[in-house]
């Protein structure tokens, strides 16, 4: 691929990243055990202009991490136009989820994990790092998000 493109600035990135935070329904999902074994997967999520909304089985690898590690990179994308979140991570079950975000998920996936015959979690990520960029060319400038804030 060659880039033709100038890199876009930072204020247009952030507009690029909540853009895929609206509009996206799958995010990758990397966390860690305590032993530092990693774990990726796939899930649905719904962002609420706050929190990223997370949900799978408290008893899978990525639920204990996720529970057991507190911590989350999220990630959009491909090698071509990337997106990465890093957040802290809280644990609800499906009775102490708050209601908006349950009926949020609900309404952006179309799936109820409170109605599963099998236990869910939810898992609020609040970001704390935002990275995006589209190429090389865009790696300089790339840091969206520190320590919780937007710094573009």
Partial sequence: MKITEPPRGPERRKQDVLARLASELDVWVASADADGAPCLVPLWFRWDGQFLWLATRPTNPTGRNLRDGGRARLAFGDTRDVVLIDGDVTAFTART???????????RSGWDPRASSKPYAYFRVRPRAVQAWNGEHELAGRHLMRDGRWVV
């Fill in 97 to 107: 989820v708050p209601a908006a975000a349950a009926e949020g998920f609900l309404a």
